[in-house]
């Protein structure tokens, strides 16, 4: 048998209770993707809410007829008024449209002009044109969307306003086309 030699093993140095964690040498890559995303979001929204809606034409300026209202025929028209318990008041005018066009109109836009004779402008009022589809028990309407004009077709409309102004002459306000749909 062998001797052992009977130096001891040289002492080895304690174990540290904490380590410290090696320095960082990579480059943060993903935190600076998820800044650039977050930044390219936020601009995003701030350009988008930054946007003014595109001016439409002026309330009190009289547009141009569409191109095909000349085959659009208005006749019988007549105006009425009803009140309400609360004060109210609203404003019809009905009357009778056909369509001597070649086209199947899917809708309409009216502009009506209230005249008055106090030399101030004429109150005009934007909006779709309804047709009548019941009378009984009430009157009742819907878009010309729902009840298209075939060529040759007619039909009874309403047109309803609720705020026209007491300077208004009372006298039948003009109805001019302004925007006609058509397929």
């Known amino acids: 048998m062998q001797e052992l030699d009977p130096k001891p093993f040289p002492p ?5 209770l904490f380590k410290e964690p090696a320095p960082a040498r990579n ?32 309330p009190n300026r009289i547009l141009p007829a ?6 659009l025929v208005l006749s019988n028209l007549q105006m009425s008024e009803s009140s309400s318990m609360s004060g109210g008041k609203q404003t019809y005018v009905e009357g009778h449209i056909a369509n001597h066009g070649p086209a199947t109109v899917t809708g309409i836009t009216v502009q009506v002009i209230f005249a008055n004779d106090v030399r101030m402008p004429p109150q005009i009022e934007t909006g779709p044109l309804n047709m009548i589809y019941m009378r009984e028990p009430y009157v ?18 309403r047109l309803i306003f609720d705020d026209v102004n007491e300077n208004w002459n009372q006298q039948l306000p003009q109805i001019h086309l302004t925007n006609v749909a058509t397929r």
């Open 140 to 157: 009742d309407t819907r878009p010309v969307s729902a009840s298209p004009l075939a060529p040759g077709a007619d039909g009874d409309f």
């Open 27 to 58: 480059f943060p890559t993903t935190a600076v993707i998820i800044a650039a995303v977050a930044i390219t979001i936020l601009v995003a929204v701030l350009v988008l809410l930054g946007r003014r809606p595109e001016a439409g034409p002026s």
């Open 66 to 71: 569409a191109a095909y209202a000349p085959n």
């Open 12 to 16: 080895s140095p304690p174990a540290p």
